[in-house]
């Protein structure tokens, strides 16, 4: 087939497939919504009891808010309707773009926490452990996904972050322990993804290796490895080679006194502020620099970018290295940013579910954010609502959330668009 | 400042494209470079550019010798390039697009302010008119050609070259470049325009010089007639009219029917909008049009590629929506697609194989599962005998031929076998003159044996020569079928988009 000519991404899209996915959708968030109003509101877990919400840490000092003490039923029923009315909306309304995305984000949050009303009802639940968790889940997620951003700005796929979180953790934890010093571990984990990451681009670009079987075996190589070494000397004498370390949590004084968010997110240790400012530092560059123009028209549209005198190639290999520094930085957390040894195959398939960050984020940084936010909270509720012994098997509940995850991309993100050149190597002529 | 080149070589192995090149332009001067495709004309200004090192050979800018090791170098040097692909990043602004690699910086972050100006400045100097905050990929093909120009223009382009900067654009369009390109030689500028249009040629050259299998083979006056300059660039006498009687049978009743066609693309978008269109047995309709109106979307609906939403396709009675290509191919509908790398030939499969690829598994070729190796010899023997096709042997697989060779391929294959309707997409495009004489001679011939012909070409002139009548496409929708001897002008007023009525009015 011949591609279609005329540029489909940039025009509304009114076609008959959008109405029907407004129609289904619509009716969709109804019947999910009136579920909610059946089994939330109305079921016997919530009749005559109350549901308490705690909104501080245990440990927080600052400003605290009072804990939330509500009657269960009503409130989880006032928000099952909320969310049924959402779908009323996308259903009778034209949304567009925008409005279409705070609709589906009311529905899924006034859902989420009917859900929360009923699991908690007759006890009650830490919100602000919830979020401290979805914080700490998210830290190498937005740092995975800020590597690949990078990587697939300037046209290189890169699957093989898992591989880097990997090597990052393996030798932060080794070299921190060998040598006592937590800043030297930090620098050895992200020079290790940084290889990792250069290696990665050197076999895209130069041996035009395909890239997403590139990562995946890269990732069993890196898996490889540190088992390997876990097992040959790092296990053997865990005391010197592989101890449980961390950087010491740094209080930010009069934030971290914040109510809520105050010691979530400013009490934390030095590479959750460290992640804090990449975003802000890769979102600002990538869009409003020369360095971030010249990686946007290299994974745009290579040829042009080399017709104006910019080396794709050392661009790429740039790029690559220093998204593998950030990637290795994700894998530093996993040891010496949470008390943690090394173990085999730690990062559990966090560094694909980053890469979906990057998707569900449309290859933004701030998006990634959002996105790792958003599976990091999914982590974070189910160890919540595990303990509140409620009729939903456990399995289900793990899977509960990523199950509304994607059901938020598909309404939320919509058609996305990869930039044009990723995953090519450039060739001239 | 003026550029010379002195004796330029290139080699590709064997293959010497550029074989001894000299060539000269001064400041203000319009130098034509005509040449067929596959002359050497595109490897002579990716030398010039700096994007291949000759072989041998001297590059001189404004008199001193000039090693180009990269754009970067090129660009220094003063000298810019309108690529027949345009070199822009769709989703960029016009402003990001004529900075980048050039950009200008407030501490750490971009200048859009100052990049913006910049483009203001160029674009009203050289009455450019191009808005720096449109996103490229939204623009016009005609604006995005002035967005290359400015972006030359911007980095202080003292020679500029255009390769094929018309192939894309409406009568128009060329016309309003034609007159950018008069001002910019009345500043000075020296500019090589590449081309194998001798119309253009002779509206706007000041001198031409002639290439022809990587060398210069003449040089000429814009004076010269368009058959001296055809004779030239080809190396024998050509016919550029096509010899053919007006069309029989005008009042016979249609063989080939379409009514109200629909087809939406994924976003949904109508890019076939309500069209409808008849063709008579032996006539010869011709779909003008620019580039990306719907004309690829027509042609796939007629052969079954794609299904459409709406709407009917009747060939000698028959329905043929619905029904797969296969089928339609085997009811007698003969297809030469746009693009035959693509969708016209299995590059690495032989000549011959290629010349059966629709009825390998039929008598007298398949039989029972298996093929017969010796038909397919002999019929491919006879193939390339009867269309000329230059090969080196029927075992040659069909991606080393030259562009006009495969495509004579593509037209042997859907012309020998019993057709009841021929669809025609850009039939000579990336082909040599000679081959395109003798296409264009096949399409009649099929023509003359009664077959309706559905041409698409946005060759403007291809259209108009080969036609009994035209229609006009613009935006999904056939905005109107005029007679073949309308004028060019009224032709390019329709492809623009201008209101039929109008036109005709004039």
């Known amino acids: ?429 | 400042m003026a550029l010379e080149l002195r004796g330029i070589t290139k080699r590709f192995g064997s293959l010497v494209a550029n074989d001894a090149i000299d060539l000269e332009v001064r400041p203000g001067e319009i130098h034509c470079l005509l040449g067929e495709n596959g002359a050497g004309k595109s490897t002579l200004m990716n030398i010039l550019y700096g994007l291949y090192q000759p072989d041998e050979g001297e590059i001189r800018v404004g008199g001193s010798p000039l090693r180009l090791d990269g754009p970067r170098s090129a660009i220094n040097a003063g000298i810019g390039m309108v690529h027949q692909h345009f070199m822009l990043v769709p989703v960029f602004t016009v402003a990001e697009n004529v900075m980048l690699g050039d950009e200008r910086v407030k501490g750490p972050l971009l200048d859009q302010g100052a990049a913006r100006r910049h483009v203001r400045e160029v674009s009203e100097r050289y009455g450019l008119a191009v808005d720096p905050d449109a996103t490229v990929g939204d623009l016009p093909v005609g604006v995005q050609q002035r967005v290359e120009i400015v972006k030359a223009l911007t980095r202080n382009a003292k020679i500029l070259i255009l390769d094929e900067p018309t192939a894309v654009l409406t009568p128009q369009e060329t016309r309003e470049l034609f007159t950018v390109m008069g001002r910019l030689r009345e500043a000075g500028t020296a500019i090589v325009f590449i081309t194998h249009k001798l119309k253009e040629v002779k509206a706007i050259a000041d001198r031409i010089t002639v290439i022809r299998r990587g060398k210069v083979v003449g040089t000429a006056d814009p004076s010269a007639s368009e058959s001296e300059l055809a004779a030239l660039m080809v190396g024998r006498q050509v016919r550029l009219k096509v010899e053919k009687e007006p069309a029989r049978d005008t009042g016979a009743a249609p063989a080939f029917s379409v009514r109200d066609l629909t087809v939406r693309n994924l976003a949904g978008q109508a890019v076939v909008d309500g069209v409808s269109l008849d063709i008579r047995p032996g006539e010869v309709l011709g779909v003008a049009g620019v580039q990306g109106n719907g004309q690829t979307e027509l042609t796939q609906a007629v052969l079954g590629l794609i299904e459409p939403e709406s709407g009917s396709i009747v060939l000698d009675g028959a329905e043929l929506t619905g029904r797969s290509p296969r089928e339609r191919l085997r009811a007698g509908l003969g297809f030469v697609p746009e693009d035959r790398g693509h969708d016209g030939l299995v590059g690495t499969a032989s000549v011959a194989e290629n010349l059966i690829l629709d009825l390998y598994d039929r008598p007298p070729f398949g039989r029972r599962g298996t093929m017969d190796v010796r038909e397919v010899r002999r019929n491919a023997a006879q193939r390339v005998e009867e269309f000329d096709i230059r090969t080196t042997s029927i075992e040659q697989p069909v991606g080393e031929l030259s562009g006009g060779n495969q495509q004579k391929v593509v037209v042997a294959r859907e012309m020998s076998r019993p057709l009841r309707m021929l669809v025609i997409s850009q039939p000579t495009r990336g082909v040599d003159v000679g081959a395109m004489e003798f296409i264009h001679q096949r399409i009649i011939r099929e023509r003359d044996q009664g077959r309706p012909v559905l041409l698409v070409s946005t060759e403007l002139d291809e259209v108009m020569a080969l036609s009994d009548r035209v229609a006009v496409m613009y935006g999904g929708k056939i905005v109107a079928v005029v007679p073949a001897d309308t004028s060019t002008e009224k032709i390019g007023l329709l492809m623009a988009g201008a209101n039929p009525e109008d036109v005709v009015d004039e």
Not at chain 1, 174 to 198: E, K, P, Q, V
Not at chain 1, 397 to 416: N, S
């Open chain 1, 1 to 429: 087939m011949t591609a279609t000519v005329l540029p489909p991404e940039n025009l509304a899209p009114t076609g008959a497939g959008v109405q029907r996915g407004r129609l289904y959708g619509g009716i969709a968030m109804i019947v999910v919504g009136l579920y909610g109003v059946w089994a939330f509101g109305l079921g016997s877990r919530t009749s005559g009891v109350d549901t308490r919400f705690v909104l501080n840490l245990s440990n927080a000092t600052g400003l605290t808010l009072p804990d939330l003490t509500f009657p269960a039923g009503p409130v989880a029923l006032v928000l099952a309707v909320l969310a049924a009315l959402c779908g009323a909306a996308k259903l009778a309304l034209p949304l567009s773009g925008r409005r279409n995305a705070a609709v589906m984000g009311v529905f899924l949050l006034s859902y989420v926490l009917a859900f929360l009303v009923w699991a908690a009802a007759g006890q009650s639940l830490n919100l602000a452990a919830v979020l401290e968790a979805t914080v700490l889940a998210a830290v190498p997620l937005v740092l995975g996904a800020l590597a690949g951003v990078m990587g697939e700005r300037s046209g290189v796929i890169n699957v093989g972050i898992e591989g880097q979180f990997l090597l990052g953790a393996c030798t932060a934890a080794f070299t921190a322990s060998l040598t006592g010093s937590l800043w030297a571990g930090m620098a050895a984990g992200c020079l290790a993804g940084g290889l990792f990451g250069l290696l990665l681009a050197v076999f895209a670009q130069r041996y035009l290796v395909e890239q997403v079987v590139l990562g995946v075996v890269l990732t069993m190589l890196a898996t490889g490895l540190t088992g390997f070494f876990y097992e040959s000397v790092m296990q053997r004498d865990s005391i010197t080679y592989n101890q449980a370390l961390s950087f010491p949590d740094l209080e930010i004084p009069l934030l971290s006194k914040l109510p809520l968010i105050g010691p979530v997110l400013f009490d934390q240790n030095i590479i959750v502020y460290l992640a804090m400012a990449l975003i802000a530092l890769v979102h600002v560059a990538l869009f409003r620099t020369r360095w971030g123009l010249r990686t946007r028209a290299v994974g745009e549209h290579p040829t042009a970018a080399d017709t104006v005198g910019i080396n794709v190639i050392r661009t790429r290999y740039l790029n690559m290295f220093a998204a593998g520094l950030i990637a290795g930085l994700g894998g530093v957390w996993l040891t010496i940013g949470l008390n943690i040894s090394f173990n085999k195959n730690m990062a559990a398939g966090q560094g694909f579910i980053a890469l979906a960050a990057v998707i569900f984020g449309r290859w933004s940084p701030v998006g990634a954010l959002w996105a790792a936010l958003l599976f990091g909270f999914a982590g974070g509720l189910s160890t919540a609502v595990q303990p509140l012994q409620t009729p939903v098997p456990t399995s289900f509940l793990t899977m509960l959330p990523y199950l509304a995850t994607i059901f938020a991309v598909a309404g939320l993100v919509g058609h996305v668009r990869a930039p044009a050149a990723d995953g090519q190597p450039y060739t001239k002529g």
